[in-house]
């Protein structure tokens, strides 16, 4: 189906040019269009921009209304929906509150439609054999990686067992549902405004990918920013109480691990191993980083429920 002719005929602009697939350059600025082909799926994210926004201070790439006032257009098979796009990220460092606030009322909506019928990702951590066969048998690892790699193994299998039973342990039986952050570049910075862009995936139970945006704001910007950044989540939705183990036994598990594993056995050669390789200890390390950070984090609860 050509979308250009419907957003010509739906909405208040022009279209200049195609930039790229699903990215439009219009006459007011970047557009990026979405196809949905689950009304449930569509409705969520409708409802999720419109309820993590905070106007006029922190906003979401809402579904833009056409001359019609309407967020989605009708397909044959679905529905297709237009939203801002912008380029200039939102700094992180200093900026730990204007973060907290947005996270906080993801994990507060997140709470609330924990119950929502509505079908979620759930990703199930690998079992280890493949990789141990692997690692001891291929050809494209030298000595020094290949001990490296089991030493990583073995410590990886000690994580997802401190992780299960710290699972066993919470109370709570249903996680918040969220939409998947996959990076600090998804908050934009436009007039000083807080933008976050969000997908059109299914959204997860608990805080697979919250815990990932958190590896990698530690490797980005220190554990005394993380701790702030985490304080600030806390401030406004009792965080630590409610969630602190449960995201420590999600940093836990080795997904750095499972990743890298799940390249390295597509590699073909050396050169892609050794691209690989550098990329997965960097994340390994500052997956520590984090799990120190949060065990730390709790224990500072610990202490303040103690005296």
């Not at 109480?241 to 050396?270: I, T, V």
Request: net charge negative; with cysteine; charged share 35%.
């Amino acid at each position: 189906m050509d979308i250009l002719p419907l957003i010509k005929e739906n909405y208040p602009f022009e279209v200049k040019s195609k930039l790229s697939e699903g990215i439009l350059e219009t006459t007011q600025g970047r557009k990026k269009y979405r196809v949905w082909e689950d009304e449930k799926l569509l409705s969520w994210h409708q409802e999720w921009r419109d309820k993590c926004s905070k106007t006029p201070y922190q906003l979401t790439d809402r579904m833009l209304q056409t001359k019609d006032e309407k967020k989605a257009i009708k397909l044959e098979n679905g529905w297709l929906t237009l939203h801002d796009e912008l380029l200039d990220p939102y700094p992180t460092k200093d900026f730990e509150q204007d973060w907290a606030q947005f996270i906080a009322r993801m994990i507060e909506f997140g709470d609330r439609k924990k119950e929502h019928s509505l079908s979620t990702n759930k990703r199930e951590f690998p079992q280890a054999t493949d990789w141990k066969v692997w690692v001891s048998t291929t050809s494209l690892l030298d000595e020094k990686k290949r001990k490296i790699l089991q030493s990583c193994i073995q410590e990886a299998m000690r994580r997802k067992h401190k992780s299960l039973e710290l699972t066993k342990k919470s109370n709570n039986q249903r996680l918040p549902l969220m939409d998947k952050i996959s990076s600090t570049n998804q908050a934009k910075k436009v007039f000083d405004l807080f933008v976050w862009q969000g997908t059109a995936e299914a959204p997860e139970s608990g805080f697979i990918s919250l815990t990932n945006f958190f590896q990698q704001w530690v490797g980005e910007n220190g554990e005394e920013s993380l701790l702030k950044l985490l304080n600030e989540i806390d401030e406004q939705n009792q965080f630590r109480e409610k969630y602190g183990n449960d995201l420590l036994a999600e940093a836990w598990l080795p997904w750095e691990l499972a990743n890298a594993m799940e390249l390295f056995l597509q590699c073909e050669e050396e050169e892609e191993i050794e691209t690989h390789f550098s990329t997965f200890e960097k994340e390994w390390n500052e997956r520590r980083q984090l799990v120190l950070a949060l065990l730390n984090w709790l224990k500072e609860d610990r202490k303040k429920v103690a005296t």
